[in-house]
C-alpha cells in the first residue's frame, strides 16, 4: 500500500521559511519521480516541484524558481521541499505525490487518489 505523509507546514510570516517533508513508504522508492503540489482556496492544484528518484533531476515550477528548492534522502525515503522568502500567496494545501509526469513545462498529478498524501497546510502572513 503507497503511503505518502507530508509534515512541516504552519504559520510563518512573509519572507519567512519553512521545510515540507513527504515520508514514503510501500513502494520502490527508487522506481518513480515524486512530485510537490499545492492548492489554494478556489484555485486549481498547481503542481510546484519534482524530483526523479532513479536519477536525480529535478523541476521547479516558475512561480517558485528561486525560492523553493526539492531534494529526497533516498534512506530515509522521503522527499523536501524547502520554501524560502515565502510570500502571502504561497498559503495553500501542498501535497506529495507519486507517478507525476512533467508535460509542457507542467507537472502532472496522477488521478489516482491513493497516490497523493494527505496534505500540510502552509499559511503566510503579509
Known amino acids: 500500500e503507497v503511503k505518502l505523509v507530508e509534515t512541516g507546514g504552519g504559520l510563518v510570516q512573509a519572507g519567512g521559511s519553512l521545510r515540507l517533508s513527504c515520508a514514503a513508504s510501500?513502494?520502490?522508492?527508487?522506481?518513480?519521480?515524486i512530485g510537490w503540489f499545492r492548492q489554494a482556496p478556489g484555485k486549481e492544484r498547481e503542481g510546484v516541484s519534482c524530483?526523479?528518484?532513479?536519477?536525480?533531476?529535478?523541476y521547479v515550477a516558475d512561480s517558485v524558481k528561486g525560492r523553493f528548492t526539492i531534494s529526497r534522502d533516498d534512506y530515509k525515503k522521503t522527499v523536501y521541499l524547502q520554501m524560502n522568502s515565502l510570500k502571502p500567496e504561497d498559503t495553500a494545501i501542498y501535497y506529495c505525490?507519486?507517478?507525476?509526469?512533467?508535460?509542457?513545462?507542467?507537472?502532472?498529478?496522477?488521478?489516482?487518489?491513493?497516490?497523493w498524501g494527505q496534505g500540510t497546510q502552509v499559511t503566510v502572513s503579509s
Open positions: 505525490a507519486i507517478h507525476v509526469t512533467l508535460v509542457g513545462g507542467r507537472i502532472w498529478g496522477p488521478r489516482d487518489d491513493d497516490y
Open positions: 524530483i526523479s528518484i532513479p536519477d536525480g533531476t529535478t
Open positions: 510501500g513502494f520502490t522508492f527508487d522506481d518513480y519521480a
